[in-house]
């Protein structure tokens, strides 16, 4: 089985919000195989990477 593939987006409060609120409107997922995550905080971003 092939490892996913993590992608971490830092983005600011405002975007985070419009992302947000977008992709739970959205009916298109990433596929399986792909785990992504926004953030707001650079240092988040990078434990949630070391993490997986």
């Known amino acids: 089985m092939q490892r996913p593939l993590f992608i971490a987006a ?3 409060e ?3 919000q419009y992302q ?5 409107a959205s009916a298109s997922l990433p596929p399986s195989q792909v785990e992504f995550n926004y953030f ?4 988040d971003a990078t434990q949630w990477l070391s993490e997986n």
């Open 14 to 16: 405002g975007q985070y």
């Open 20 to 24: 947000v609120g977008n992709s739970l």
């Open 40 to 43: 707001t905080s650079r240092r």
């Open 10 to 12: 830092v983005v600011s």
